[in-house]
């Protein structure tokens, strides 16, 4: 199947830097900009979609020769609904807090353009480990890009770092990693509250999701483009499940333009 | 008569869909380029909203009242894949004109967060059926809102010089901040007017 013949590792390790899905593919920006007011939401949510992502690559790769190509993108949606229906459920009964965080963008992970994404360019073509590795990848570097802009909101909106740790992975057991349950600014440095310093809520509100994400994304594209890469843009129908659908290619924009 | 009303105040500028609560955030930093494509893409959007909310209520009922409310999500989602599906078919064979405005965009509404949301938020707080619908319209509504005025914001940011590590997607987004951070200003007006 796989043409190029990279060896399997890649398709693990491409997902978590090269081709970020938030930061390079520009993919589930929704979630991405809402849930991630803290460290640990963005975490959760993070391993919520890693676990709909592996398995839903997983049996939509070994699906892929019994699904007609004309009802594919319906079937997709419903092995990744069922998926999120699942995760839905265990959150909801073994970590509601995380449950309460992440709102209605817990059920919209089936929306989430990465996994529908995934689907569509990778899962459908390539086979079950190939899949799941990419799936693991792609989920990482998702993760990866929320906990990085859940980190910097946090400590800037409210001065704090990983707060509330504890009690997602409460799931493990009580004293996970030593009972570390995140690091308050004001606690380990009192002198913060004696200069009157105070965090900039501002980042917390959805103002300031958009303005990290900016920032974060203008750092990146900085970086790819020391490396030769181009920048990341939005209209890349490659990645876009619903690419064979839609008549907005960016061919068609342009004479749209012109004329 | 009341509650209507602030439903529809926070559906267009409290609780304003793309930049409060960020649903549909995609067609949002994707379509706004141009006015009319801008325009075109709330109208579907306010359209299938109502449309979804319309067909997903009675569906619910059901649903509820058979124990199987934790189908919800799937059955939801697939409800709104058909319905996108089903109107782009009849749009084309009967509706030609209202099909070349509003056609193009309904594919790229079938995936929408937004859609789905507004599905899924009028079960979550429990509206009822006149209620939902008032709901989904305001939020399609400031939807459209939002994708307009950005529009023009965009049209601006092309005009300007901007540092070069800027352009493109940053430079949006730092926008849509500003964009955002102006709406906050409307927080508190519901309870001001005492609507709620």
């Known amino acids: ?16 830097i090269k081709q970020n899905p938030v930061l390079r593919l520009v993919l589930g920006t929704c979630a991405t900009l809402a849930i991630t007011t803290s460290f640990v939401n963005g975490l959760g949510m993070g391993l919520a ?52 965080a992440l709102g209605i963008f817990l059920p919209l992970i089936v929306v989430n353009c990465i996994i529908l994404g995934r689907a569509e360019a990778f899962a459908g073509k390539n086979s079950v480990i190939a899949s799941a590795l990419d799936g693991l990848g792609m989920g990482i570097g998702f993760t990866a890009a929320l906990c990085t802009m859940g980190l910097l909101r946090e400590l800037v909106g409210a ?25 308050d600014l004001y606690e380990v440095f009192p002198a913060l509250e004696k ?23 203008a750092i990146t594209n900085r970086i790819a483009e020391g490396k030769g ?13 619903m690419a064979a659908s839609c008549r907005m290619k960016p061919e068609e924009e342009k004479k749209e333009e012109s004329a | 008569m ?34 009319n494509t801008a325009a075109g893409m709330s109208a579907a959007v306010i359209f299938v909203m109502c449309l979804a909310t319309a067909v997903c209520y009675p569906i619910n009922l059901f649903l509820e009242s058979h124990d199987l409310a934790y189908l919800q999500t799937i059955v939801f989602i697939l409800v709104i894949a058909a319905l996108v599906q089903f109107l782009e078919t009849v749009m084309k ?19 929408n967060c937004a859609v789905l949301g507004v599905v899924i938020l009028n079960v979550d707080n429990g509206y009822n059926f006149p209620q939902s619908m008032v709901n989904s319209f305001a939020a399609g509504l400031g939807f459209g809102l939002a994708m307009i005025l950005f529009a023009g914001v965009r049209g601006r940011i092309e005009n300007n010089d ?35």
Do not use: W
């Not at chain 1, 199947?1 to 978590?16: A, D, H, S, V």
């Not at chain 1, 890469?229 to 876009?240: F, P, R, T």
């Open chain 1, 49 to 100: 979609v890693i676990v709909v992502l592996v398995c839903s690559n997983v049996v939509i790769s070994l699906l892929r020769k019994a699904i007609p190509n004309k009802v594919r993108i319906p079937a997709y949606i419903i092995v990744i609904a069922s998926f999120v229906t699942i995760v839905q459920m265990i959150v909801k009964a073994y970590i509601p807090v995380l449950d309460q």
């Open chain 1, 159 to 183: 001065g704090t770092i990983m707060s509330g740790l504890q009690s997602l992975l409460s799931i493990f057991g009580d004293h996970v990693l030593g009972g570390f349950d995140g690091i």
């Open chain 1, 1 to 16: 199947m796989n043409k190029r013949k990279k060896p399997l590792y890649q398709e693990f390790t491409k997902g978590i």
């Open chain 2, 2 to 35: 009341k509650f209507y009303f602030a439903l529809l105040l926070m559906g267009l500028l409290t609780q304003n869909f793309i930049l409060a609560k960020f649903l549909g955030i995609c067609p949002f930093l994707g379509v706004s380029k141009k006015l």
């Open chain 2, 93 to 111: 064979k009967y509706m030609k004109p209202l099909y070349r405005a509003l056609g193009i965009y309904l594919p790229l509404i079938t995936t």
């Open chain 2, 162 to 196: 901007i540092p070069k590590f800027m352009e493109g997607l940053p430079i949006t987004l730092v926008a849509a901040a500003l964009v955002s951070l102006s709406f906050l200003g409307f927080t508190g007006i519901i309870e001001g007017m005492g609507l709620m």
């Open chain 1, 229 to 241: 890469e181009k920048k990341a843009e939005l209209h890349d129908c490659g990645s876009c499940p």
């Open chain 1, 195 to 217: 200069l009157s310093f105070e965090p900039i809520t501002l980042f917390l509100l959805p103002s300031g999701g958009f303005f990290t994400f900016g920032i974060l994304m």
